[in-house]
Structure formats: structure tokens, C-alpha cells
Antibody, heavy 121, light 113 residues
Framework: QVQLVESGGDLVKPGGSLRLSCAAS????????MSWIRQAPGKGLEWVSY????????YYADSVKGRFTISRDNAKNSLYLQMNNLRAEDTAVYYC??????????????WGRGTLLTVSS | DIVMTQSPDSLAVSLGERATINCKSS????????????LGWYQQKPGQPPKLLIY???TRESGVPDRFSGSGSGTDFTLTISSLQAEDVAVYYC?????????FGQGTKLEIK
């Protein structure tokens, strides 16, 4: 069925690195823009990053710019988020989301169940 | 960057009654060339990921019950649940997609009175 499944969340020390993955199935992954969105424990939603279908257009939230890198492998139907220099405030559930709309104007119509990143010493 | 502000932060409504959630953007999300408002609404039930309810401010996503409706234009928007059902207990978020960074409201927690 149509779904997104995130993996890779873990407990990491401040300053550490981690790569999250998202496996897509049930739809033509290469046709869609994708995003990462996070939610700190008990808090609201924060958009993190966006990647176009061909990986040419990429956007980041200011809070992660220079530390996080989004990428995708359309042959493997997979989305990734490389996170470096992690901080306590990066602690959150990270959702992979399919983005639909026109160009850079997108809503998120399919979400995974999320993977938890905890940054703590 | 566009800031989204929802009101109220929480809301308790009796079953069968109307629930209204407001969302205000710090600048207009109406694109004049196509007269579309780049505003979406999401529902997040406890322990679940968010679910898209409405886009273009008033278009219901496929499968969303018609008791959910969206209205508004420019900077002021409303999500209305016409007759609250028990399964509507959730946190509701608005989101602007006029331009990145895409921003969400802080959320409105809807409970049964």
C-alpha cells in the first residue's frame, strides 16, 4: 500500500551525527517532491527540509541550514536526512512527508509514522 | 518568513456542536495571479502522524468528511467542524505554503466538553 516508513532514529550525544532514512512504497516516488518535518516532544510541527523530484531544488529551515543535508535515491525509492553537529534542540520525532502542489508551494499529503531522535549527553 | 498564529490554543466543544479554529498569517498567503490561498489544515490524533484535511484554504482532501470546512482569504482563515464527533478529538494545525520556509501554526487542541 501507499506508505512511508522512517528509520534511523537513535540517542546521540551533542555534536554527533546521524542519518535518517525514509522508504517509500505504493506510489511512483520519483514523481514527487519530499520533505522532512519534525515535532519535539509535546510540541508543534516544524518543517525541516524539502527536496524536488530531481534533487535540484532543495530548501532548509534556518534552524538546520549548514548542519543537515537532505538527499534522495529515486532508484531505491528512498529519502535521507544527514544530520551533523546535533544539538539538544534537534530532539524530536522526524517525519518523512510527501509534498504535493505546484513547484515550491506544497502541502504534505502523506506522512510516515516518524522516527525519534534524542540528542543528550 | 511567514508566521502562523492559531486561536484558541485549546477548545472544548460538546458532541454535535460546532467547533471553530482560527489561523492568522503575518502576511497574505493569497497569490493574486491565480486567486488561490496557499493555506492548509491538518489533524493530528494522539500517537499518530498529521493528516491533511484541507488545502487551498477550502478544498477538502479526498475522504475527509464534509463536516470539516475551511474558509478565509488573505491573512485570516477558519477551520469549522459543523457537528463535532468523538473521533474529531485531535490537535489541528494550519500551514502556509505560499513560500518556504513552510510554517505551521502552534496547534489547537480540540476536546469534548
Amino acid at each position: 500500500q501507499v506508505q512511508l516508513v522512517e528509520s534511523g532514529g537513535d540517542l546521540v550525544k551533542p555534536g554527533g551525527s546521524l542519518r535518517l532514512s525514509c522508504a517509500a512504497s505504493g506510489f511512483t516516488f520519483s514523481d514527487y517532491y519530499m520533505s522532512w518535518i519534525r515535532q519535539a516532544p509535546g510540541k508543534g510541527l516544524e518543517w525541516v527540509s524539502y527536496i524536488g523530484s530531481g534533487s535540484i531544488t532543495i530548501y532548509y529551515a534556518d534552524s538546520v541550514k549548514g548542519r543537515f543535508t537532505i538527499s534522495r535515491d529515486n532508484a531505491k525509492n528512498s529519502l535521507y536526512l544527514q544530520m551533523n553537529n546535533l544539538r539538544a534542540e534537534d530532539t524530536a520525532v522526524y517525519y518523512c512527508a510527501r509534498a504535493v502542489g505546484g513547484g515550491r508551494s506544497v502541502v504534505f499529503d502523506l506522512w510516515g509514522r516518524g522516527t525519534l531522535l534524542t540528542v543528550s549527553s | 518568513d511567514i508566521v502562523m498564529t492559531q486561536s484558541p490554543d485549546s477548545l472544548a466543544v460538546s458532541l454535535g456542536e460546532r467547533a471553530t479554529i482560527n489561523c492568522k498569517s503575518s502576511q497574505s498567503v493569497l497569490y493574486s495571479s491565480n486567486n488561490k490561498n496557499y493555506l492548509g489544515w491538518y489533524q493530528q490524533k494522539p500517537g499518530q502522524p498529521p493528516k491533511l484535511l484541507i488545502y487551498w484554504a477550502s478544498t477538502r482532501e479526498s475522504g475527509v468528511p464534509d463536516r470539516f470546512s475551511g474558509s478565509g482569504s488573505g491573512t485570516d482563515f477558519t477551520l469549522t467542524i459543523s457537528s463535532l464527533q468523538a473521533e474529531d478529538v485531535a490537535v489541528y494545525y494550519c500551514q502556509q505554503y505560499y513560500s518556504p520556509p513552510y510554517s505551521f501554526g502552534q496547534g489547537t487542541k480540540l476536546e469534548i466538553k
